[in-house]
């Protein structure tokens, strides 16, 4: 099956500073989403960027589908950023689709 | 607007106990509803998925069930549940078709004692 590679396993930030999350897929996907995962487990959607790139405030994604990457950019990061950070690739087959995650960036902000 | 909820948010259960979680979404008909397990660390784990009533996949052997008497209702659940059924359980909801991504429930945190 596909694999999803996330770098870096784990993030230390300090409160201000600005971070690179990466993403790497082995295979062509119909579609691509990026997930952060509160203290509390809450498992929150992001952006969904099959390609191109896409800003949400603090928050920005490109997704380079023919080199099988996305990046998810953090800028000014708070204390509230704190959690873990997933990718999550879609392949649509036999009716539905079927995501596989990476294992995520737990990335701590510190005040 | 569409909503998906689940529930109980926190179970305590001692080993050889049934089980039995449910997720519901709102707003919507005909969803794709999937199941996932997240244990100890970060991983996502898909358990089941289902396209359609009594329409029901399993990715993974496992002491788990799932069913889905109605369009918008999946249930998880195990006849005699096992340490290693703890866990964060997570599910899932989408839209039908490609090009449309998951919207995830709050999460039941199962601790199997």
């Known amino acids: 099956g596909i694999q999803v590679e996330q770098s870096p396993p784990d993030l230390i930030l300090q409160e201000g500073a600005n971070s690179t999350l990466r993403c790497n897929f082995s295979?062509?996907?119909?579609?691509l989403q990026w997930f952060h995962q509160n203290p509390w487990g809450q498992l929150i959607n992001l952006f969904y960027i099959p390609s191109g790139t896409k800003q949400n405030g603090r928050l920005s994604a490109t997704t380079v589908a023919t080199e099988r990457y996305s990046l998810l950019y953090i800028s000014s990061s708070q204390t509230t950023d704190s959690g873990v950070y997933f990718c999550?690739?879609?392949?649509?087959?036999?009716?539905?689709?079927?995501?596989?995650f990476g294992i995520g960036t737990k990335l701590q902000v510190i005040p | 607007s569409q909503t998906i909820h689940q529930w109980p948010a926190t179970l305590v259960q001692p080993v050889g106990s049934p089980l039995s979680l449910e997720c519901t979404v709102e707003?919507?008909?005909?969803?794709?509803l999937y199941w996932y397990r997240q244990a100890a660390g970060r991983g996502l784990q898909l358990l089941f998925y289902s396209v359609g009533i009594g329409q029901i996949s399993s990715e993974v052997p496992q002491n788990l069930s799932a069913s889905r008497p109605q369009d918008r209702q999946f249930i998880l659940s195990s006849k005699k549940l096992l340490l290693s059924d703890s866990g964060f359980y997570l599910c899932?909801?989408?839209?039908?078709?490609?090009?449309?991504?998951?919207?995830f429930g709050s999460g039941t945190r199962l601790t199997v004692v």
């Open positions: 999550a690739v879609e392949v649509y087959s036999g009716g539905y689709q079927k995501v596989t």
């Open positions: 899932a909801w989408s839209r039908g078709g490609a090009n449309y991504g998951y919207t």
């Open positions: 707003g919507t008909s005909n969803p794709n």
């Open positions: 295979d062509s996907v119909n579609n």
